[in-house]
């Protein structure tokens, strides 16, 4: 079964400092990666997706992810975070089994301090 | 592209009252998924639909929960006889076929007191 798992459920840095969310997979065949932001009753906004092209996405807001099968990971990074980013962050995989439903993992909060 | 829309933003209900809850998807994406988020989770699924074909429900979904698109365009879920625990935020999101990315709308929040 596939699974994600977030190992950080808060983190906190400051504004202007880089930014990295971790995120490790589980899955038995090549998965579909996405991030997603949740601002605080919202719904979910995609950042950036994985599907087995580029191991290096580019999202959006500056984000982005590198897919790496040798570690299972897929993190998130930006180089310099703004207050604007605080929110909460999912990583998510796709069920390949048909359905495309999404597992998601129990998301990290992101703080950024002044 | 208007985007997913859902229908309450909140509800608050009493134990023991039936609430529906409506999403109008994208309107070319033929994929329609519910989804229940409770308070510091990440959203899991209950619900697929392929057009008005129900394909998939998760064992989350119990005997009172129902869901229906009935035209293949906008969902209904409806929750029968509610309880404390199904207080959260019920997430709408449809695709297209073919397409793995889905969008989500800005969910129903539910509180059962």
């Known amino acids: 079964a596939q699974s994600v798992t977030q190992l950080d459920s808060h983190v906190s840095v400051s504004e202007g400092t880089p930014v990295l969310l971790r995120c490790n997979y589980s899955?038995?065949?090549?998965?579909?990666l996405f991030w997603y932001v949740q601002y605080p009753n919202q719904g979910l906004q995609l950042l950036l997706k994985?599907?087995?092209?580029?191991?290096l996405v580019k999202g959006i807001n500056g984000f982005e992810a590198e897919f790496k099968k040798s570690e299972t990971s897929f993190h998130l990074t930006k180089p310099s975070a703004h207050m604007s980013d605080a929110a909460e962050y999912f990583c998510?995989?796709?069920?390949?089994?048909?359905?495309?439903?999404?597992?998601f993992g129990t998301g990290t909060r992101l703080k950024v301090l002044a | 592209d208007t985007g997913v829309s859902q229908d309450p933003r909140h509800k608050i209900t009493k134990r023991g009252q039936n609430v529906t809850f409506r999403c109008d998807p994208i309107?070319?994406?033929?994929?329609l998924y519910w989804y229940r988020q409770t308070l510091g989770q990440g959203p899991e699924f209950l619900t697929y639909?392929?057009?008005?074909?129900?394909?998939?429900k998760s064992r989350l979904l119990s005997d009172r929960f129902s869901a229906e698109r009935p035209k293949g365009s906008f969902s209904t879920l409806e929750i029968q006889r509610t309880e404390q625990g199904d207080s959260a935020m019920y997430l709408c999101?449809?695709?297209?076929?073919?397409?793995?990315?889905?969008?989500f709308g800005q969910g129903t929040r539910l509180t059962v007191v």
């Open positions: 999101a449809s695709s297209k076929q073919g397409n793995t990315e889905a969008f």
């Open positions: 899955s038995s065949v090549p998965p579909y």
């Open positions: 994985y599907t087995s092209a580029a191991t």
């Open positions: 998510a995989v796709s069920d390949l089994s048909g359905t495309y439903k999404y597992i």
């Open positions: 309107s070319e994406h033929n994929r």
């Open positions: 639909f392929q057009n008005e074909a129900q394909l998939e």
